[in-house]
C-alpha cells in the first residue's frame, strides 16, 4: 500500500474508533455519573428517578439507628438541618467510624417509597479524610457534629 | 545524622544540575561519572532518613510525624516511605539510579546521544530533587522532640504495601529515562533502530516493576480492605493503570522501530507520554484534587507545583517532539494488514483506553469546576474501558501470526472461525451446563482464546516442539506475557460475575449457611498484639467433609487512634472463602457480630496473571541468548 493510502486508513480507522468510544464515553457518563444529593437537595430538586444509582449526603440523625432484621440490616435516618430528611437502609458492615450524629454518604438507590438502599457507606475516616462533598455542607449544629 | 544527608542531598542537586550541563555538552564519560557520584550521595542522604526512622529519632519531624517505638522494625523502614515527603525522597533517589544504571548500561556506541540522555536524565533529576529540598523537605526537626511518635497509618502497616511503593516508583520513575532517551533521540531527530533497541530494555525495565507495584496494592487492597474486590476505580489506581497502559503500548510499538525502522515519532511520543502520565499520577494523588484513601498530603501549593513541573517538562518534550518529528525517517512500506498493521491497532486501542481512563478520573473535577459534585464508578469503566479493550484482545491470537510487510491472510479465515467456535462452545456450555451469564461465558471464551492463541504462536515460532527451548527469551517472554494476559482475563471476569457475596449477623453459638458453606460463631475475644489490641472472631466453616477455622480480626491501634480490618481467607481449589469482622450489634438486647462473607472463584488466577505478565516482560528484558557455537 502507497504510505499516502495507509495514512488515510490509520487516520480513518484511529478517528471512527476514537468517535465510538467518545460516544460510549458520554453514554456511560449520562448514565453512571452519580449525582450527589442531601436532604435539602432533594426537597429542591425532587427524586431521582427509580433505579438510578445517587450518592446521598449528611449526618445520621441521633437516635435514629435501628435494626429492622436480624442485626444484618441497619436503618437510620440522614438530616442536614432542612425539614426534608432521608431514610437510608444497609446491609453490611459499616465503616468503623460510622456512628449516629457523624456525617456519612451513602452509594445506592432509591425506591419508591422514598427509603434509600445503600450498598456503599462512606464515613469520616479520620481528620485529614473526609467525604468531600461533606465540606460543602453545613453541620446540622455543633452538638451533632461532634 | 539527618543534616549530613541534608547536604548530600543538596550535593546531589549540584551534581545534577552539572551532569544536566555536562551532558548537554555532549561529554559522555564525564556525565557519566557525575551521575554515579550524584546516585551515591543520594543513596546515602536516603540512608540517613532510614537510620533515622530505625532509631525513632523523634527530633526528626518526618519520623515524629510517622513513626512509633512500639511499631514493628519493618514497618519502622517502611515508614520512611510511607508518607509524603519520604516518598518524594525515593522519587529522587530512583530518578538518579536510573541515571546512574543509564550510565553503565547504556550501548548504543552514539557518544553525544547517550550524553544527552544523561543530561536530560540530570535535568529531571534536577526537577525532583529541588522539589524535595524546596517544597517537602524530610529533613527538617523538631525542637522539642516528642517522646512518642504519632505512627504510621495502620492500613499500611502491612507486608504487601512495605514493597508496592518502591515497586511502584520504580516503574513510574524508569519512564523518565525512557522519556530522557526519547529527547536525545529527538535532538539528533535519529530514532531508529539502534535508538529502539536501546530504548525497548529501558521501557521494559520500567514496565515489569509497574506490572508488580499494582498487582501488590491490588491484592493488598483486596486482603486488608475487607471490600471482596481487588479493583476499586479509585482515583489513585487510575493514575497507576494510564503509564501501564501507555508503557503497555510504547513496549509494542517500540519493536516496529527496533524490527523494521518505523512507528518512529509515535514510539517517540509514547516514550515521553509515559512519563508525563507517571508525574500527572503524582499530581493526582498528592494535590488533593480528587478524593482517595491515598491522599496522605493534601496541599494544594505542592500540587500546584508538581503541575508546573508537568507543564516545564511536558512542554520540553512536546516542542522537540514538534520540531523533530518531521525529520524522522519512515522506515519500510507495510500493508493494513501486516504485524505492523495489528501492532498499530493494538497502539490506537491501548491509546484510546487510557484516555477513557483519564476522562472518567478527570471528569468529577470538571463537573466540580462547573458547580456539580459528581462522581464517576465502576459501572462507567465496564462501560468504556472493557469493550474497547475486548476488541484488540479478540483479534489478538489471528493477528499476532502475521508477518512484517504483508500478511499472507491464507489462514484467515481458519483462525477466526476457529475462535467463534470456541465462543460458541463457551457459551453454550457455560450458559447451559454451569449456568453462568451470556457475559461471563464470553469471558471466559475471549481468556482461553488468548491462552490458546499464545501457545499457538509460540508452536508456530519453533516449527517443532524440540526447538521451543531454543527460542530466543523475548518469544518465551511475549509468549508468558498473552498467557498471563488469558489468566487475568478468565480470573478476572468469572470472580467479577460469579461472586457471592452476603451479611450475616452472628450470635455466639449462632450458625448460618453462606455459598454452601455452614459457618457457625465459636467465639469473639480480645487479643493484644505489640501496638494494637483487637477483637477476634473464631468462626468454625464446613462444607461436605472440608473443615476449617478462620479468625478475622478488627484491630485497633491506639498510637494513631485508628482501627482497620484484617481478613481471613480460606482458600478452596476454586476460590477463596472471605470472611471480614463487622462492629458487634445489640439486637433486642441480645449480642451479635456482623459478618461480610464472600465467596470469591478463581481470584488467584487475577494476581496469577498480572504476575505472568510481569515475569513476561522480564524475560524479554534478559539479554540475547547465545547461539551455540555462533561464538558472538
Known amino acids: ?146 | 545524622m539527618i543534616e549530613i544527608g541534608h547536604l548530600l542531598t543538596f550535593l546531589a542537586l549540584g551534581l545534577s544540575l552539572a551532569q544536566g550541563v555536562f551532558g548537554f555538552m555532549g561529554r559522555r564519560a564525564l556525565a557519566g561519572r557525575i551521575a554515579l557520584t550524584a546516585f551515591v550521595s543520594m543513596a546515602l542522604a536516603f540512608l540517613t532518613l532510614v537510620v533515622a526512622f530505625a532509631q525513632s529519632d523523634f527530633s526528626v519531624a518526618l519520623v515524629a510525624n510517622n513513626s512509633h517505638t512500639l511499631k514493628p522494625m519493618a514497618y519502622k523502614l517502611a515508614g520512611t516511605w510511607g508518607n509524603h515527603e519520604g516518598s518524594m525522597a525515593l522519587w529522587c533517589l530512583v530518578t538518579l539510579g536510573f541515571g546512574a544504571a543509564g550510565a553503565v548500561l547504556m550501548r548504543t556506541g552514539r557518544e553525544i546521544f547517550e550524553a544527552r540522555a544523561l543530561g536530560m536524565q540530570g535535568l529531571l533529576a534536577v526537577g525532583a530533587l529541588a522539589y524535595l529540598l524546596f517544597a517537602s523537605s524530610p529533613f527538617t526537626r523538631l525542637d522539642p522532640a516528642p517522646f512518642q511518635g504519632a505512627s504510621l497509618n495502620p492500613l499500611l502497616q502491612d507486608p504487601a504495601l512495605t514493597f508496592h511503593p518502591p515497586m511502584l516508583y520504580l516503574g513510574y520513575v524508569g519512564y523518565s529515562f525512557v522519556f530522557a532517551l526519547a529527547a536525545a533521540g529527538l535532538m539528533e531527530a535519529r530514532i531508529d533502530r539502534v535508538w529502539a533497541k536501546e530504548a525497548r530494555r529501558w521501557g521494559l525495565a520500567a514496565f515489569v516493576p509497574l506490572t508488580l507495584g499494582i498487582a501488590l496494592g491490588s491484592y493488598w487492597a483486596y486482603y486488608e480492605l475487607g471490600w471482596g474486590g481487588w479493583w476499586f476505580w479509585d482515583p489513585v489506581e487510575n493514575a497507576s493503570l494510564m503509564p501501564w497502559l501507555i508503557g503497555a503500548a510504547f513496549l509494542h510499538s517500540v519493536i516496529v522501530t527496533e524490527k523494521r525502522g518505523g512507528f518512529a515519532a509515535w514510539t517517540a511520543l509514547l516514550a515521553v507520554l509515559a512519563f508525563l502520565f507517571s508525574i500527572m499520577g503524582a499530581f493526582l494523588v498528592r494535590s488533593g484534587v480528587l478524593t482517595s484513601v491515598h491522599a496522605f498530603a493534601v496541599d494544594p501549593e505542592r500540587g500546584l507545583l508538581l503541575l508546573l513541573g508537568l507543564i516545564f517538562y511536558g512542554l520540553i518534550a512536546l516542542v522537540l517532539f514538534a520540531v523533530r518529528a518531521p525529520r524522522l525517517e519512515g522506515g519500510k512500506g507495510w500493508s493494513g494488514f501486516s504485524r505492523e498493521g495489528a501492532l498499530m491497532a493494538n497502539n490506537i486501542v491501548l491509546v484510546v483506553a487510557a484516555l477513557t481512563v483519564l476522562l472518567g478520573t478527570l471528569f468529577p473535577l470538571m463537573a466540580e469546576a462547573a458547580g456539580q459534585t459528581i462522581s464517576v464508578g465502576e459501572p462507567y469503566f465496564n462501560l468504556t474501558f472493557v469493550p474497547i479493550l475486548v476488541l484488540i484482545l479478540a483479534i489478538l491470537p489471528v493477528v499476532q501470526a502475521w508477518a512484517w510487510g504483508k500478511a499472507d491472510l491464507s489462514h484467515w479465515m481458519k483462525w477466526a472461525l476457529g475462535g467463534l467456535g470456541l465462543v460458541l462452545v463457551f457459551a453454550a456450555l457455560g450458559v447451559g451446563v454451569f449456568e453462568i451469564s451470556l457475559g461471563a461465558a464470553f469471558g471466559l471464551a475471549l481468556g482461553m482464546w488468548l491462552i490458546f492463541g499464545a501457545l499457538w504462536e509460540l508452536k508456530r515460532r519453533a516449527v517443532s516442539l524440540r526447538r521451543v527451548f531454543r527460542l530466543q527469551l523475548r518469544i518465551w517472554g511475549m509468549t508468558l506475557a498473552h498467557v498471563g494476559l488469558g489468566v487475568f482475563i478468565i480470573g478476572a471476569v468469572v470472580e467479577t460475575t460469579q461472586r457471592y457475596e452476603s451479611t450475616i449477623a452472628l450470635p455466639r453459638d449462632g450458625t448460618e449457611t453462606v455459598a454452601g458453606w455452614s459457618i457457625t460463631l465459636e467465639d469473639v475475644r480480645a487479643i493484644e498484639g505489640p501496638n494494637w489490641y483487637a477483637d477476634r472472631a473464631e468462626l468454625s466453616i464446613a462444607k461436605s467433609g472440608a473443615r476449617a477455622t478462620l479468625a478475622p480480626m478488627k484491630r485497633y491501634y491506639p498510637a494513631a487512634q485508628m482501627p482497620t480490618t484484617e481478613t481471613a481467607i480460606y482458600k478452596t481449589g476454586t476460590g477463596d472463602l472471605y470472611v471480614a469482622l463487622g462492629e458487634r450489634r445489640d439486637v433486642d438486647g441480645e449480642a451479635r457480630w456482623v459478618f461480610r462473607v464472600y465467596f470469591n472463584p478463581l481470584i488467584d488466577l487475577v494476581f496469577f496473571g498480572v504476575f505472568l505478565m510481569a515475569l513476561g516482560g522480564f524475560l524479554s528484558l534478559l539479554p540475547r541468548r547465545r547461539k551455540v557455537g555462533a561464538g558472538s
Do not use: C
Open chain 1, 1 to 146: 500500500m502507497r504510505a499516502r493510502t495507509r495514512r488515510l486508513w490509520t487516520f480513518a480507522i484511529s478517528a471512527s474508533l476514537l468517535v465510538a468510544a467518545a460516544t460510549l464515553v458520554f453514554f456511560a457518563l449520562r448514565g453512571n455519573a452519580n449525582l450527589f444529593y442531601t436532604p435539602e437537595i432533594l426537597a429542591e430538586k425532587g427524586m431521582p428517578e427509580i433505579g438510578r444509582e445517587v450518592r446521598v449526603g449528611g449526618w445520621v440523625e441521633p437516635g435514629s439507628l435501628n435494626y429492622p432484621g436480624d442485626g444484618a440490616e441497619i436503618r437510620f435516618i440522614v438530616i442536614d438541618g432542612s425539614p426534608q430528611t432521608i431514610p437510608v437502609s444497609y446491609t453490611g458492615i459499616a465503616p468503623d467510624l460510622f456512628r449516629e450524629g457523624q456525617g456519612v454518604v451513602a452509594v445506592g438507590k432509591f425506591d419508591d417509597t422514598g427509603l434509600f438502599t445503600a450498598r456503599q457507606l462512606l464515613a469520616k475516616h479520620d481528620e485529614n479524610y473526609q467525604p468531600r462533598e461533606l465540606k460543602q455542607a453545613k453541620p446540622v449544629s455543633a452538638d451533632a457534629s461532634e
